[in-house]
């Protein structure tokens, strides 16, 4: 056993993931609706983004809107459209003066077209930032994403353009809304559940995986900072002994 400061395994992760679960219990815990703990959710937003610039993640990944989601009552889908919008538009600025990109993961044509324009909008005029991309996940599901990937390689067998017999992972890979990006190292729950919630199933395979109870708009610098230590702390092996990684 030893003694002392626990040893860093890891160095900051490249690109988190992160599902904002938690809004409607913490509103609903203090007698408000429902919007109201997703507009106190926007602040977190806010601040997760800052805090991954500050300490040099590449990719930020969150999960604003699942396919799912679009079966919520009608009020709060188009109360969390208003709050993304606004958020789009308030945010642009410091966006370009912190060199972040702005990055869509999801099935952009069910979004309202107001909706759209600011993200198209948003997407122009960040495309040549390089300090960090910040992906949301906009009427994002895992399984719809892989069907996609899927159809666009046959499509492209069909035509010669590849060969099905050589298709491989960086192939499908390639195909997701992620292509070009580092997979997620860490990915981070927060609201006490324990599930992937149909939530970058491919990219996901070899994430660190981090629960917590804290619910999303209490989820802030701090939080964050702790769960990006637990990270650190980690021993990742992709399948090989703790030997093979240490080289001991
Ligand atoms: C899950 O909490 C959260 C959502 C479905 C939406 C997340 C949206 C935001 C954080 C605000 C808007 C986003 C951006 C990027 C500006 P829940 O409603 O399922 O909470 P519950 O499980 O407590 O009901």
Known sequence: MSV?????????????????????????????P??????AGVDSVREIVETAREIGIEVLTLYAFSTENWGRPTFEVSGLMTLLKSYLQSELR???RNDVRLHCLGDQDRLPEDVRAVLRQVIAETSS?????????????????????????ARKCQQGLLDWN????????????TAGQ???????????????SNFL????????????????????????????????????RFGQTGAQVTGE
């Open 4 to 32: 002392g400061a626990p040893e860093q395994h890891n160095p900051v992760p490249r690109h988190v993931a992160i599902i904002m679960d938690g809004n409607g219990r913490w509103a609903e815990q203090r007698h408000r």
């Open 34 to 39: 429902r919007l109201f703990g997703h507009k």
């Open 94 to 96: 410091t966006m370009v």
């Open 129 to 153: 930032c390089r300090g960090m991309t910040l992906n949301l996940a906009l009427s994002y599901g895992g399984r719809c994403e892989l069907v996609g990937a899927v159809r666009e390689l």
């Open 166 to 177: 050589t298709l491989a992972e960086a192939e499908i890979s390639g195909h997701l809304f």
């Open 182 to 196: 580092p997979d997620p190292d860490l990915l981070i729950r927060t609201g006490g559940e324990h599930r992937l």
């Open 201 to 236: 199933l491919w990219q996901a395979s070899y994430a660190e995986l981090y629960f917590t109870e804290i619910r999303w708009p209490d989820f802030r610098k701090q939080q964050f900072l702790d769960a990006i230590q637990t990270f650190l702390l980690r021993q990742r």
